[in-house]
């Protein structure tokens, strides 16, 4: 806090508030104390409800990554008595780690009631739904943490035990999260978040996630669009969603579909898609040098089979070809192709020269570790052939300390193989439910939006830092986790808005493009922020002088500046 100067009051001085300037009139915004206070009453002799603990915690996590013990300093360095109404020293571990107990109690029904509110303020109607998981690791033992049981219907809040903490697909000790986010030209925004066991695949992930989103949420409408990738693909998905008037559009794996293209080829109609990336797109209003790529469709129909005919599936197949997948893949294949050759080579003059150590099994074991994972290394065929009594008397003396070997390494190369593969090169496939309206054009184009939903998994991982995380408990670790998750709905909400308003404001001649400003550089923006703070009874209040800090956002135009003025200058803040 900073006096100010002798043409000023005595009773002023300047404020610094950082980012709390920002997030506490967002959350205000989503009422996340008031739903937090509804769900979880706080008990009468507490002097401070869990909302307010848990909003001050958020707000906390908004500005930094920081360990439960550090808030306190933080509230205490950003008026956060007057700004959220606690005291700094209220605000210590034991006090948080018992409203994140609180929290795991309502998890499910918090994060639903808070994304309602995101939705009313941002105007989203998800009619179509992204969805991603990733996994979140952890270091420290979890005596505590237990697989979960299956159940015939879907447990939420406290009925839900918390995920296991366990070794997943990596090796690592983690829990699987999958976030479900409506995409569109804006950006992304959550809509669903759900913990799941770390050795849990994408299968059962999904399908959590979609009865946790029929139970808790605003209902999707009719023949809404479920988008995800490779991972969550299975006929019984489709089947769920179809019996829920619920499409599907998923990447699916190649080898599941690769005969069906090869009955398909010589048919496909091949249409160029409209979709190019941010970066093709500048290629081509540059004039630039470097490769123009593109994609290309081809539709088939399809029927999944099952055991009884009611239970088949028709769906729409999409080949998609991508031009710069073509050439990586052809260009990954001949430089492996060059690696296992040489490889091969260099084992076969090892064998020869007789050292010790290369005996015949020692090589076979590096020719298969050579041919490994490659794609490449079923176009060669290798052996090993013993040497017969002429060869073998044929070869010079070894020299000292070496022996004469009794094998030799023989391999081929099937060249036809290799140049009939490159057909496959930069295909993949796309299966949807969707009905007719929805053209593989726009299908692809949609699918294309996945990386808005990866672009979160970065964000709560990186600034908002889920962790690494010290808590003693596998259930306060899932709380946390949502609490983060609350956090992230603020932040995508807030950044929806921000480029809805300032689009609004600008003029054609002043945005030729869509505004891309972010959430962290609008948090950025506010680190330094500081207020007039007057001493006044009933107590201090905190005047809307925060606007002088709109300037802060140096990378964006000055109609975003002036928008980001008129925002801030309508907060204000007072303490009776």
Known sequence: MYKLGKDCDDDCEIAILGTLALSKPIL??????????????????????????????????????????????????????????????????????????????????????????????????PDRIHYDPT???????????????????????????????????NGDVCIQLGIAAYV???????????????????????????????????PLSDNALIISDRGTFSAEHLRVLKKHDQAALCAAPWNDYRRLFDEQRTRLNWQKASFLSQEQQRRRDSNSSLPQDDYRLAVVKHTIAA?????????RVIFVHSSAGEREEKERREENIVK?????????????????QST???????????????????????????????????????????????????????????????????????????PITWNADQLFTQYKRQCYVERMHHQLKTPLGVSPVFLKTAHRVEALIHL????????????????QRSSTASTISQTSKRDRTTADQLWSAFKTSSALLRHEPPGPTISSCLHRHAH????????????????????????G
């Open 28 to 125: 205000d915004k989503l009422r996340v104390a008031e739903i937090i206070d509804r769900l979880a009453p706080a008990n009468p002799q507490q002097e401070y409800s869990h909302g307010q603990v848990l909003t001050a915690l958020l707000a906390a996590r908004l500005d930094a990554p920081r360990a439960l013990m550090n808030v306190a300093e933080w509230a205490a360095n950003t008026h956060a008595e007057i700004m959220l109404g606690i005291p700094a020293d209220k605000l210590n571990d034991d006090r948080l780690a018992r409203s994140l107990d609180v929290l795991f109690d309502i998890r499910h029904s918090l994060t639903a009631a808070v994304v309602a509110e995101a939705m009313r303020w941002t105007g989203i109607l």
């Open 135 to 169: 996994h979140i690791t952890f270091y420290g033992r979890y005596d505590d943490s237990k697989p979960r049981s299956k159940s015939a219907t879907c447990r939420s809040d406290s009925k839900l035990p918390a995920a296991h903490l366990t070794r997943g697909y």
């Open 184 to 218: 569109d030209d804006i950006g992304a925004m959550p809509i669903a978040v759900h913990c799941y066991d770390g050795n849990r695949n994408g299968h059962s992930g999904i399908h959590d996630q979609m009865e946790l989103l029929r139970k808790h949420h605003t």
């Open 307 to 315: 055991d009884k005919p009611e239970l088949a599936v028709p769906v």
């Open 340 to 356: 296992i050759r040489e490889g091969l080579k260099e084992l076969a003059a090892k064998l020869t020269r007789g050292h010790p």
């Open 360 to 434: 015949s099994a020692s090589i076979q074991k590096q020719a298969v570790r050579l041919l490994g994972k490659r794609d490449a290394g079923k176009f060669f065929n290798w052996h090993l052939t013993p040497l017969n009594e002429a060869e073998l008397a044929a070869l010079p003396a070894p020299r000292k300390g070496f022996t004469r070997p009794t094998h030799r390494l023989e391999w081929t190369f099937d060249a036809n193989a290799a140049q009939s593969a490159n057909i496959y090169d930069g295909v993949s496939v796309l299966v949807t439910t969707a």
């Open 484 to 499: 983060l998750t609350l956090a992230l709905i603020a932040q995508q909400a807030a950044e929806r808005v921000y480029r």
């Open 552 to 575: 802060r956002l140096a990378t964006v135009s000055k109609v975003r500046n002036v928008w980001m003025a008129r925002w801030v200058n309508n907060i204000s803040y007072a303490r």
